[in-house]
């Protein structure tokens, strides 16, 4: 499991909580669903937001125990040795998952303390629910994988060198990927090592002794660094051939969106933290957990006002927030609401969610108390961002290498298609879902039979990798000539996916190329 802590909250209702009273006064504050249940697991309190995030009354929940609630939760016996481990110092997090009325389960972020409760050792939890997390996770893994199979669909760049004069050779695509001007020739493969990484050098030099040693395909990663000052990611297969092992050639791929992709999904999600503050209108004053001055990056020394909290908001949401605070302390706002904002702070920009619950007003109408929670959301919104930037990449690697990809459901035969198929169709794009029939409405007439027996066996249900070429004919009516990737082995993703390149200028050159060879020169 993955552990989280939320201390802050935790210790001040160890502190505040004297009677039964204040201690469901305290948790009804908070926005994560919160339980006290006794040493064998009975649940003894909740608050609104646990009761609404499972279904139950309060009156059904005293009755259950948190096996009920956790299927996934160790048995009595184990439970008591994660509960006896737990002291009023020492928290425990873990994930797990909860069980609704309906019996529809979901994941959540679980934060153990001990604390006592009519002088007896309880066991207080705090709930998130995290399934937003986990879809964002798993929206960014499934791009991910598509912008690999774009990756490995387009040929960037390929090199030959003698073994004897130890001269190269390179595609145009390869002076690309150097940054590097067709005019800055590269002729011996020390002035390719000049453009290694100082850190890869020794594994290069490695790899090249394999290439001489033996004589099989291999492929390896490494850094460069271009003409132009950029790291890059390089995924190298080279392939020496000839008896005598005279000249080698191979491919270079430039992997670094997909190395930077992969870098931020093994990022650890940061620890989730929450705290409480209440706001008294008639001294305009602050009380706040250790935990929320934390978040706010307050010190405990200091008086915390509305000027406190006015300048460390980031000038760009200071509008919203000061319009928020003015019609909450008028009385126009009384009702429960939350607002998101960044601190004011260089680097990094930090979010904040504040909850805050209904308010207290006095005989005029005015605020008199306002309480709420605040928690760091910043894991969150850089999810949303990785998901922009990670679609964003995949539909500028397909529109240069004119590829299309497509994502299918094989128990539904439903899927759908991303912007760089549509374009190769000249559709433009619709959001509906489609199945095999809708691409095969395309297929040029001629081709259509091999086509269908293609699919039969792409779709067969055997794991195996697929290449097919053939022609279609556009909604514009223009004869285009694609290539096929599709990839049933995958188990990154359950669905079935694949890409559709366009080779038609490729196509097209080869023509070109042999109606050259063959016209008698005169």
């Known amino acids: 499991c993955s552990y989280m802590l939320i201390h802050g909250i935790s210790a001040d209702i160890t502190v505040l909580m004297q009677t039964r009273e204040h201690l469901k006064e305290i948790i009804q504050f908070a926005p994560s669903a919160i339980f006290l249940h006794d040493l064998k697991g009975n649940i003894v309190l909740s608050n609104r937001q646990g009761e609404k995030s499972l279904g139950y009354s309060q009156y059904e929940l005293q009755s259950k125990t948190v096996f009920d609630l956790d299927p996934k939760f160790p048995k009595l016996r184990e439970a008591e040795k994660i509960w006896k481990e737990i002291s009023a110092e020492s928290n425990k997090s873990l994930e797990s998952e909860h069980m609704r009325k309906d019996g529809s389960r979901f994941p959540v972020e679980i934060s153990l303390s001990k604390v006592k409760y009519e002088k007896e050792d309880h066991i207080l939890a705090f709930v998130k629910d995290i399934t937003e997390r986990k879809e964002a996770e798993e929206k960014i893994k499934k791009h991910a994988t598509l912008l690999n199979v774009a990756q490995e669909a387009a040929?960037?760049?390929?090199?030959?060198?003698?073994?004897?004069?130890?001269?190269?050779?390179?595609?145009?695509?390869?002076?690309?990927?150097?940054?590097?001007?067709?005019?800055?020739?590269?002729?011996?493969?020390?002035?390719?090592?000049?453009?290694?990484?100082?850190?890869?050098?020794?594994?290069?030099?490695?790899?090249?002794?394999?290439?001489?040693?033996?004589?099989?395909?291999?492929?390896?990663?490494?850094?460069?660094?271009?003409?132009?000052?950029?790291?890059?990611?390089?995924?190298?297969?080279?392939?020496?051939?000839?008896?005598?092992?005279?000249?080698?050639?191979?491919?270079?791929?430039?992997?670094?969106?997909?190395?930077?992709?992969?870098?931020?999904?093994?990022?650890?999600?940061?620890?989730?933290?929450?705290?409480?503050?209440?706001?008294?209108?008639?001294?305009?004053?602050?009380?706040?957990?250790?935990?929320?001055?934390?978040?706010?990056?307050?010190?405990?020394?200091?008086?915390?006002?509305?000027?406190?909290?006015?300048?460390?908001?980031?000038?760009?949401?200071?509008?919203?927030?000061?319009?928020?605070?003015?019609?909450?302390?008028?009385?126009?706002?009384?009702?429960?609401?939350?607002?998101?904002?960044?601190?004011?702070?260089?680097?990094?920009?930090?979010?904040?969610?504040?909850?805050?619950?209904?308010?207290?007003?006095?005989?005029?109408?005015?605020?008199?108390?306002?309480?709420?929670?605040?928690?760091?959301?910043?894991?969150?919104?850089?999810?949303?961002?990785?998901?922009?930037?990670?679609?964003?990449?995949?539909?500028?690697?397909?529109?240069?290498?004119?590829?299309?990809?497509?994502?299918?459901?094989?128990?539904?035969?439903?899927?759908?298609?991303?912007?760089?198929?549509?374009?190769?169709?000249?559709?433009?794009?619709?959001n509906q879902p489609k199945q095999t029939v809708d691409f095969m409405a395309y297929v040029h007439p001629e081709d259509l039979p091999g086509r269908q027996q293609k699919a039969a066996e792409m779709f067969s249900g055997e794991k195996a990798v697929f290449t097919d070429e053939f022609r279609v004919v556009s909604a514009r009516g223009v004869i285009k000539h694609v290539q096929t990737f599709i990839d049933t082995t995958t188990e990154r993703v359950p669905e079935v996916f694949g890409t559709v390149q366009d080779v038609t200028e490729i196509k097209e050159n080869e023509r070109k190329l042999k109606e050259s060879d063959i016209r008698p020169s005169s």
């Open 155 to 430: 040929n960037f760049g390929t090199w030959t060198i003698d073994s004897q004069s130890g001269l190269v050779k390179w595609s145009a695509g390869m002076y690309t990927l150097f940054e590097l001007e067709p005019e800055d020739r590269l002729r011996t493969y020390d002035e390719f090592f000049r453009y290694v990484h100082p850190e890869e050098k020794e594994a290069i030099i490695e790899a090249s002794s394999k290439m001489g040693d033996e004589k099989s395909v291999y492929s390896h990663d490494f850094r460069i660094i271009t003409a132009k000052g950029t790291i890059k990611y390089i995924h190298a297969v080279t392939d020496p051939t000839g008896e005598d092992l005279s000249e080698a050639f191979g491919t270079f791929q430039d992997v670094t969106m997909l190395k930077e992709n992969e870098r931020k999904l093994k990022e650890a999600q940061k620890i989730a933290k929450i705290g409480w503050w209440s706001f008294d209108a008639t001294t305009g004053v602050y009380d706040m957990s250790e935990e929320a001055l934390t978040l706010f990056e307050l010190s405990s020394d200091e008086e915390v006002t509305l000027e406190t909290i006015t300048k460390i908001v980031h000038p760009d949401d200071l509008q919203r927030v000061k319009e928020l605070i003015t019609r909450k302390i008028s009385g126009e706002v009384t009702s429960a609401h939350s607002i998101e904002f960044r601190l004011n702070k260089p680097g990094k920009p930090k979010w904040l969610l504040t909850d805050s619950q209904p308010s207290t007003v006095n005989e005029t109408g005015l605020l008199k108390i306002a309480t709420g929670i605040v928690q760091d959301i910043t894991e969150r919104k850089e999810a949303e961002a990785k998901i922009i930037r990670s679609s964003t990449m995949l539909r500028a690697a397909q529109k240069t290498a004119k590829i299309g990809s497509w994502i299918r459901d094989p128990e539904t035969n439903i899927g759908e298609w991303s912007e760089g198929l549509y374009a190769i169709l000249d559709l433009p794009p619709d």
